[in-house]
């Protein structure tokens, strides 16, 4: 059974980058068919997806977030991570790592009740 773990920094200063990373226990991230997924929820807010980094090191990125974002992975590690950068206060959220099937259309992955898998989430909260 896939578990996802997330871990970040807590607290950060606007324009600061972000860095996130799920660690991946119970199988490996270059398994195929699996797609790994970062996705958000600000508070009021549904979720959104930011990114996704498939089996075989593919990347997609949500338009909203395609030019501040990264999504990386270190597969002697397995883990996969996140660097968002320039964040402001509006960038609080609770973040979050999930994983589903993979899918060949990038519109797919915005379906985020096809997941089936989620870590718990980590705060990140952007304050002065």
């Known amino acids: 059974q896939v578990q996802l773990q997330e871990s970040g920094p807590g607290r950060v200063k606007p324009s600061q980058t972000v860095s996130l990373t799920c660690t991946v226990s119970?199988?490996?991230?270059?398994?195929?068919?699996?797609?790994w997924s970062w996705i958000r929820q600000a508070p009021g807010k549904g979720r959104e997806l930011m990114a996704v980094?498939?089996?075989?090191?593919?990347?997609y990125y949500s338009p909203s977030f395609e030019s501040r974002t990264s999504i990386f992975r270190d597969t002697s590690k397995n883990q996969f991570s996140l660097q968002l950068s320039s964040v402001t206060p509006e960038d609080t959220a609770v973040y979050f790592c999930?994983?589903?099937?993979?899918?060949?259309?990038?519109?797919?992955?915005?379906?985020?009740?096809?997941?089936?898998?989620w870590g718990q989430g980590t705060q990140v909260t952007v304050s002065s």
């Open positions: 119970g199988d490996s991230i270059t398994t195929g068919y699996y797609a």
């Open positions: 999930a994983t589903r099937d993979f899918c060949s259309d990038y519109k797919c992955y915005t379906n985020l009740n096809e997941y089936d898998t």
């Open positions: 980094i498939l089996y075989d090191g593919i990347t």
